[in-house]
């Protein structure tokens, strides 16, 4: 008998182990499946030579495709900053 309800105890925690497991992993695939959407949003955004703001780790960055002249025009445009350094 007592094998009987240990036996049913191991079954059910490994059913509870399944089931938050498939939770996670749903929660998952939805977060990265978000997560792909804004990076290809970004990307866009970075090819049409526009600018983006990304979450840095106490204020916001602004970003640019490094390699266009133009887009760096706009970032220090944008932070009012003069392009001659000397």
């Known amino acids: 008998m007592r094998l009987g309800r ?8 490994s059913m509870i182990n399944i089931r938050l497991y498939l939770y996670f992993l749903i929660l998952s695939i939805l977060f990265f ?6 990076i290809d949003k970004s990307l866009r955004e970075l090819l049409a030579n526009n600018l983006i703001l990304y979450p840095i780790d106490t204020d916001w960055g602004i970003g640019c495709d490094a390699t266009n ?11 009012q900053r003069n392009t001659i350094k000397y």
């Open 33 to 38: 499946k978000y997560m792909y959407k804004q």
């Open 69 to 79: 002249p133009d887009a760096v025009r706009k970032v220090y445009k944008l932070k």
């Open 6 to 13: 240990v036996t049913l105890l191991i079954f059910v925690r």
